[in-house]
T-cell receptor, first 117, second 113 residues
Framework: NAGVTQTPKFQVLKTGQSMTLQCAQD?????MSWYRQDPGMGLRLIHY???????DQGEVPNGYNVSRSTTEDFPLRLLSAAPSQTSVYFC????????????????FGEGSWLTVV | TQLLEQSPQFLSIQEGENLTVYCNSS?????LQWYRQEPGEGPVLLVT?????EVKKLKRLTFQFGDARKDSSLHITAAQPGDTGLYLC?????????????FGQGTILTVHP
């Protein structure tokens, strides 16, 4: 998991609370993304960014906001947490948003475990 | 939306056995990747295949991309306890899916000593 740092590692929220998951990379990657991982469902793309100031929605964007003010950082905001957002969240980055091949590897952070009660 | 169906979902075998994990879709992918994930960590890339019919080997692991670029397989020869983990396939369809990686549900492999 070279160079992708996620914080916090663990978080418990009450329904309706807001919070921000932080993601930073030090590899000067243009592409950054957020995934959530739920049992039996693999990883699902929430939002992604192809460069500073540019973001787009993935497969499951509802309930989440993102911004990309710098190349290094890509925070994920939960405005009003719901129990359905209990999950493990992964941030990932790569040099470019595709094609992903041996010259353009995606690196994942170690994950953030979020529980909403 | 491109879907990747991965099978089996669970695999429990003895050390020394061979196994194959499958990743299938009705969509064409411009590239397909296989990841391995350990508990408490993020996925780590094992291989990327980009050409239909391509076969890549990584020690005891053999990866194949289908001729039509709709399916892939991961074959492990003489599995070892250290191979235990979650294996994920992921694909990008290119075009309007630029920037989007679709994952299969994953295969949890347990290799018993």
């Amino acid at each position: 998991n070279a160079g992708v740092t996620q914080t916090p590692k663990f978080q418990v929220l009450k329904t309706g609370q807001s919070m921000t998951l932080q993601c930073a990379q030090d590899m000067n990657h243009e592409y950054m993304s957020w995934y959530r991982q739920d049992p039996g469902m693999g990883l699902r793309l929430i939002h992604y960014s192809v460069g500073a100031g540019i973001t787009d929605q993935g497969e499951v964007p509802n309930g989440y906001n993102v911004s990309r003010s710098t190349t290094e950082d890509f925070p994920l905001r939960l405005l009003s947490a719901a129990p359905s957002q209990t999950s493990v969240y992964f941030c990932a980055s790569s040099y470019s948003p595709g094609p992903w091949d041996s010259g353009n590897t995606i690196y994942f952070g170690e994950g953030s475990w979020l529980t909403v009660v | 939306t491109q879907l990747l169906e991965q099978s089996p979902q669970f695999l429990s075998i003895q050390e020394g056995e061979n196994l194959t994990v499958y990743c299938n879709s009705s969509s064409v992918f411009s590239s397909l990747q296989w990841y391995r994930q350990e508990p408490g960590e993020g996925p780590v890339l094992l291989v990327t295949v980009v050409t239909g019919g391509e076969v890549k080997k990584l020690k005891r692991l053999t990866f194949q991309f289908g001729d039509a670029r709709k399916d892939s397989s991961l074959h492990i020869t003489a599995a070892q306890p250290g191979d235990t983990g979650l294996y994920l396939c992921a694909g990008n369809a290119g075009g309007t899916s630029y920037g989007k990686l679709t994952f299969g549900q994953g295969t949890i492999l347990t290799v018993h000593p």
